[in-house]
């Protein structure tokens, strides 16, 4: 059972342009919502994480908005580059109980068109 | 500083053999945890160490399946009898896990192909 669901499978968009992706999960005990940035032969990097505290966090071109009543938190990249292309994961955990395994979104693979 | 470390970064074996994959965290930190990467499940959860306590095994997805972690620092994931379906990538974080510190940095994984 996926316990976070992402969307969409990949994405292709032009360079400067904003890529959203979306997440959704079910429980509600979960209270840290991370993003991941992964290059091929690479370990996925930490980007940006969010807490339910906060409907919005900004990080540089990277803006996470969790929308905590529908349950969903999406990640925006603004002007968007080459280089941004990689498979982004979003997850989430519970880590007020100390539980702090990641539960990992099915990814979303980025092109970006120069 | 360094960040964290595996290997090896590639190991083929024959089903049924052992294999063991190591991890070493970032300095400092008292979380560990170990995921598993496959074309068809992505990024699972297997188990996850914290300083002296139990670790949490609950994602281990057989009894084939066994980690230790020593000294508070390495770890060692074990695979015996490993099967054609074991083949995955296999990913370490580490975590300081302080009160609001819960980042998780991964090393660059260990791909392991059984043939």
């Known amino acids: 059972q996926q316990q976070v669901k992402q969307s969409p499978q990949s994405l292709i968009v032009q360079k400067g342009g904003i890529p959203i992706i979306n997440c959704a999960y079910e429980n509600t005990a979960f209270d840290y919502f991370p993003w991941y940035q992964q290059f091929p032969g690479k370990g996925p990097a930490l980007l940006i994480a969010?807490?339910?505290?906060?409907s919005e966090k900004k990080e540089g071109r990277f803006t996470i908005s969790f929308n905590k009543s529908a349950k969903q938190f999406s990640l925006h990249i603004m002007d968007s580059q080459p280089g941004d292309s990689a498979t982004y994961f979003c997850?989430?955990?519970?880590?007020?109980?100390?539980?702090?395994?990641?539960?990992f979104g099915t990814g979303t693979r980025l092109t970006v068109i120069p | 500083g360094a960040g964290v470390s595996q290997s090896p970064s590639n190991k083929v074996t024959e089903k049924g053999k052992d294999v063991e994959l190591r991890c070493d965290p970032i300095s400092g930190h008292t979380a560990l945890y170990w995921y598993r990467q496959s074309l068809g499940q992505g990024l699972e959860f297997l188990i996850y160490?914290?300083?002296?306590?139990?670790?949490?095994k609950s994602g281990l997805p057989s009894d084939r399946f066994s980690a230790e972690r020593t000294g508070g620092s390495v770890s060692t994931l074990t695979i015996q009898r490993t099967q054609q379906e074991d083949s995955a990538v296999y990913l370490c974080?580490?975590?300081?896990?302080?009160?609001?510190?819960?980042?998780?940095?991964f090393g660059p994984g260990t791909r392991l192909t059984v043939t």
């Open positions: 997850a989430a955990a519970r880590v007020q109980t100390g539980a702090n395994n990641l539960f």
């Open positions: 974080a580490s975590s300081l896990s302080s009160v609001g510190t819960y980042e998780q940095y």
């Open positions: 160490f914290q300083g002296n306590s139990a670790p949490d």
């Open positions: 969010i807490r339910p505290d906060v």
